[in-house]
């Protein structure tokens, strides 16, 4: 049995103590609106119609963002996205680029791809810039090191950098401002994410908190064409800019507390010529739209739902799972409640197949979802796929079967009943239970069942 | 009113008292109880496990066997839920189907269909109230015990406030993943001990089965008592 690591308590902890505190400030942040169930129905509401009618709303992005000026590609596969982009790359002659953080880049596997042609891709987020640095995945959706204290930190950068080491977030801060600001004023070729494509306008969405995602887009460098490629799913359209409006004020909300993310940043197309040679700003901006997957979810209406996600992590914030296995154990880009949902439609696999088992089916992530998503009933039909893809292994099925078999039948049911409690003593009972007795006690079967009682009490 | 107890496995197997004193209550109010002997799983586990199949074989005889009565009475959330929620997929009928709108969990049935909040219960102890995940998520009772509890004579009711959050039951999964279940199941068990109550009560048998597992393993002078026992007094 492949059995789930629990974080050691130290790092429970610190993760636990994180998440809270996240989770105490959506609560005094959404408080603020007396209607915050009717703004989650309207935000489900605009998710869900868009992925009714994606295609309309995709031709409409692309049509507007192309007016602008944009090039929008659309990308089927993890390997085309990354194709388009190292070729870019190598047509600018770069060898570096600069990344704003992208839970889309992640999911392609983007460094790695650059770093096999010679490209070196650097994180510009600071959670990811140090995840990057130590060579781990995003621990979480929206906070990519939310498992390490201060310390450790500290001594991560202490280490790879060779600067002194120092435990204060503003000395931390700065440290990495300083390296990455050398980066940014030197980069052409900027990669970021999207948070939403605005079809009406053609758009681009992009919410961060520390401005480097603004650094990564204007591209300040002096000599030579300067490039920004954004990637994202093609999910991430949205019809109006009110739309975004009403979107924006639940995302940051439900994932940190905060009103808004420090930055929001909107993008509507290359630097104009008109703006002059000194302004900053790309000559050319790339949107990819990356299917990867989804267009197979929009065909399932029982997975549909699960494209409304807007990444704003409260699901893993609120799950009892989450909290003691952490991000790390899911083995997967897109962990916590909602990525065992995408998981396995993306990368369907062993691993991505039981990660909706590893659930107790409490059903917090659906209630904290600001746009609604029934998380944990997508998880069950994502179990019965596992199921249905010969997942789950013969044995068992045979036995859910003989199980079937024996509660059809009253009789047989009771007569098993019976047969075991005759043989099942206390001790066998507590061998066979051992996953269950090894740090739980099972109460001794009642003397009689509920059954045998009410015969007894109802002669007929 | 004639109702047909449905009496979960777990509660059969291991928590009869509970049934027991739901048929009582539901007596004392002056209603006719039947135990339909037929009845076996709603198919619960099998639907959770994926293997939908045979959790529709169950649910078909789970509707055949109880459509009889006029309100079916369950004391567990969770298979209440099973039925309610996942049924209507399972058998292709309507959410609002008459026969689905007749099931019941206990306390919600008492509260909601019968009126009914005082049932002359005395308990002389300090009491908190488990949230059990199905029944306050699946099927949004929470203030049904509540209001049950608070008119019990001579409890100190305390609340748990802690979150509500899991106790890491969770059916197959306490099994399946023993050590997250069971570091779920020392957190709540851990805050239940901050309250200071002597008696833990829940409207599902698996969750008191589990935080009554980790009490007693740790030596724990907190007891687990089912709601309905609890209301039920002694036979
Ligand atoms: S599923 Fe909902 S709660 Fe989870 S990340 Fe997506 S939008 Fe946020």
């Given at each position: 049995m492949m059995r789930t690591p629990v974080l050691e308590t130290q790092r429970r902890a610190t993760l636990a103590k994180a998440l809270n505190l996240a989770l105490d400030k959506r609560r005094q942040s959404v408080a603020e609106f007396a209607n915050w169930e009717a703004m989650r129905q309207r935000a489900h509401d605009i998710r869900a119609g868009v992925l009714e009618r994606l295609d309309e709303y995709l031709n409409q992005f692309e049509r507007a963002a192309t007016a602008n000026g944009i090039r929008v590609v659309r990308v089927a596969t993890a390997e085309e996205a990354c194709r388009y982009v190292a070729a870019v790359a190598k047509r600018l002659g770069v060898t570096k680029a600069v990344k704003a953080k992208s839970m889309v880049t992640e999911e392609i596997h983007l460094n790695r791809a650059l770093e096999a042609e010679g490209i070196r891709a650097m994180e510009t987020d600071l959670g990811e810039y140090i995840a990057q640095l130590c060579g781990q995945p995003p621990f979480h959706l929206t906070a990519p090191i939310v498992h390490l204290s201060r310390d450790e930190v500290g001594r991560i950068l202490a280490d790879k950098l060779g600067v002194p080491f120092t435990n204060d977030p503003t000395q931390l801060t700065l440290i990495a401002r300083d390296v990455m600001r050398r980066e940014f004023l030197t980069a052409r070729l900027g990669i970021s994410g999207a948070n939403f494509c605005i079809a009406e306008s053609g758009s681009l969405v992009l919410c961060t908190n520390e401005g480097n995602g603004r650094m990564c887009t204007t591209l300040p460098a002096k000599e030579g064409p300067r490039v920004h490629i954004a990637i994202t799913g093609i999910?991430?359209?949205?019809?109006t800019l009110k739309d975004v409006a009403h979107l924006l004020r639940l995302l940051a909300r439900s994932g940190s507390g905060m009103r808004l993310t420090a930055y929001t940043t909107l993008i509507n197309g290359p630097r104009k010529r008109a703006d002059g040679e000194e302004s900053t700003g790309p000559d050319e901006v790339h949107v990819l739209l990356l299917d990867n997957g989804r267009r197979e979810m929009l065909r399932d209406p029982h997975l549909r739902e699960a494209l409304c996600c807007i990444r704003c992590g409260a699901c893993s914030n609120q799950c009892p799972v989450y909290h003691r296995i952490g991000g790390h154990a899911y083995k997967s880009v897109y962990n916590g409640p909602i990525g065992s949902v995408w998981s396995p439609a993306l990368w369907e696999s062993e691993q991505t197949a039981s990660l909706p088992f590893d659930c107790s089916l409490c059903g917090a992530c659906a209630d904290i979802c600001p746009v609604k998503i029934d998380i944990h009933h997508a998880l069950l039909w994502q179990r019965k796929l596992a199921a249905d893809r010969g997942r789950v292994p013969r044995w068992q099925r045979l036995a859910w079967l003989a199980w079937r078999v024996a509660m059809s039948c009253p009789t047989l049911y009771n007569f098993g009943s019976a047969v075991a409690r005759l043989l099942l003593g206390p001790a066998m009972l507590n061998r066979l239970g051992k996953p269950w007795t090894e740090t739980r006690d099972l109460p001794p079967l009642a003397k009689k069942t509920f059954h045998e009682l009410w015969k007894e009490q109802t002669p007929e | 009113m004639q109702i047909g107890l449905f009496i979960p496995c777990l509660v059969d197997q291991f928590f009869p008292q509970a049934g027991l004193a739901v048929a009582r209550i539901l007596k004392r109010l002056g209603h006719s109880v039947e135990y339909p002997a037929e009845q076996t799983c709603c198919g619960q586990p099998a639907f959770n496990a994926g293997v939908r199949s045979e959790a529709t074989a169950l649910a078909k005889r789970f509707v055949q066997v109880f459509d009889r009565f006029e309100a079916v009475v369950a004391p567990s959330g969770s298979c209440v839920a099973m039925v309610r929620n996942f049924y209507p997929e399972l058998l292709d009928i309507?959410?609002?189907s008459p026969f689905l709108t007749r099931v019941f969990e206990f306390s919600e049935f008492l509260v909601d269909r019968l009126n009914v909040t005082d049932l002359g219960a005395t308990f002389n102890d300090r009491v908190t109230y488990h949230d059990s995940c199905h029944l306050l998520r699946e099927l949004r009772v929470q203030e049904q015990p509540r209001k049950l509890l608070r008119a019990v004579k001579g409890m100190d009711f305390v609340e748990l406030n802690d979150g509500p959050t899991c106790c890491g039951f969770g059916g197959v999964f306490s099994v399946k993943f023993p050590e997250v279940s069971t570091v779920m199941g020392e957190d709540k068990v851990a805050a239940i001990e901050r309250t200071g109550a002597r008696y833990v009560t829940a409207g599902d048998c698996g969750c008191l089965m589990h935080i009554g597992g980790l009490l007693t393993r740790r030596g724990s002078k907190v007891r687990t008592i089912h709601l309905a026992e609890l209301l039920g007094g002694a036979s």
């Open positions: 999910e991430k359209v949205v019809p | 309507a959410p609002d």
